[in-house]
């Protein structure tokens, strides 16, 4: 195993979770920033964003099961929308933080949306980078079944070796090719198991976080920015994205701000728009946010 920089290995949620904490070379202006990547990202997915928010901000990076230098998922253990809150609430424990400002990209805007509902007190603001948009969940397969059959196909696709895959996918996400001493993390079965797990998980945790949504209103006060990513083509299928982005901002009383020009992976294509929305996070909405559309 190469020797990879920094970091440490946290017991958070039950799981040995890598953390790395990166502090501002002058005095703080504002809370810590806790990001979270989406499906199969990883830690150094954030490199660019991170170096222009250490200028001032704590940045704390974290790797969820499988993914980056994180212990695996538990043996018959999958991803819960309960799991990922207490993940973070531990995290902010351990690191003596009291509130921070939680950026989710991707699919990992759910939990970071889930952390703001039960946890307001603790998040100085919310950023959804990109942010899964599901205001209508479709129907899942019940329970055990379900879960039972999903870690069993995990268990036959891992036997085939196509963790192999790992470095491709990581490219077809739009993260680009991985810094060549990383690329033994994503071909790891660690690695694609999570990322397998995650993504056949997403339509429960789709339905976790739309009866938490039922249940347990967003409190007044928590600053919400949805940043939605555009490529700059108004394609149906793009015109389409931004409404539901702008949608899901009305449902969270949230800024709406658009990333241009940008894929999915808006911290890698826009590293310097990105940063500046997660600086201004703590503005409550009505006032300007970054760059907008």
Known sequence: MPDYPRGVLLDLAGTRTHVVVDEPIAPASGPPVVLNSGLAGNWFDWDAVTELLTASRTVVRLDRPGYGLSDPWPDGAVPTLDSEVTRLRELLDALDIASAVLVGHSMASFYVEAFAREFPDRTAGAVLLDGSVETSPRWVVPGDLRDTALLRSADAAAAVRMNLFGPLVHRMLGAGAPPPEYAEILSSEAYFRAAFLENGRY????????????????????????????????????????????ELADVLRARYAVIAPSGHQAMVDQPAQTAALILDATIPRGEPAGPTG
Request: glycine share 4%.
């Open 203 to 246: 339509p429960v945790l789709a339905h976790e976080l739309a009866d938490l949504r039922a249940r347990t209103p967003l409190p007044a006060g928590v600053p919400f920015t949805v940043a939605a990513a555009f490529a700059g083509r108004r394609t149906p299928w793009a015109s389409h994205w931004l409404e539901q982005q702008r």
